[in-house]
């Protein structure tokens, strides 16, 4: 059977949340000094859109992470692959991710920042995916709530592939 892909979320949709989770940063951060943490590699078409729409002036760095195989299921191992490089010590510090489903990855993200002593640690999602949650993780801003299914596009892969699709799409295996 070949994969399926059904739309969930249009460009127009996303950009208005882009939009909307923008402004509300911008707001919250106006006093104070923002450094955005992206979770690699998903994030990356997320993180390009939202920095563009905010309206204070931020710092971004990178982490990456591993703990999903080829497969749709999270392995629960967590490991850093791409470290943090800038100081983030006495800053406020965004962690944005494109998606949190177990929320195995902002669980320990959440640790692992708190080494670097930040003034202030949030967490931005684009999609909170929230049926197969087995931490629960703060997350501050959140895009979409969605309950379940597996989804590809916008920076989501399925097996490296689709992250270039510029909508949302449900991946019918
Ligand atoms: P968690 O640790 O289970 O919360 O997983 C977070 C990571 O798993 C995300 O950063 C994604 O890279 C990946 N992930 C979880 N659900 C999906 C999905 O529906 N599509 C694509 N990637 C996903
Ligand atoms: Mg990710």
Do not use: W
Request: proline share 3%; aromatic share 8%; net charge negative.
């Amino acid at each position: 059977m070949p994969e399926e892909l059904l739309p969930v979320l249009s460009r127009a949709e996303i950009a208005q949340t882009v939009k909307s989770l923008a402004r509300q940063i911008s707001k919250d951060y106006a006093k104070k000094d923002l450094c955005i943490i992206g979770v690699l590699n998903g994030v990356f078409v997320f993180l390009a859109d939202l920095v563009r729409e905010l309206t204070i002036a931020v710092q971004v760095d990178f982490v990456r992470l591993a703990s999903y195989g080829s497969g749709t299921v999270s392995s629960g191992n967590v490991q850093t692959t791409k470290e943090i490089e800038l100081d983030v010590k006495d800053r406020d510090v965004l962690i944005v991710e494109d998606i949190v489903d177990s929320g195995l990855t902002i669980d320990f993200l959440l640790k692992y920042l708190e080494q670097f002593h930040p003034k202030s640690i949030k967490v931005c999602a684009f999609i909170d995916k929230t049926e197969r949650r087995q931490v629960q993780v703060p997350i501050d801003y959140v895009g979409h709530v969605v309950d379940s299914g597996f989804l590809v596009g916008y920076g989501l892969d399925f097996d490296e592939k689709y992250r270039e699709l510029p909508e949302i799409y449900h991946l019918k295996l």
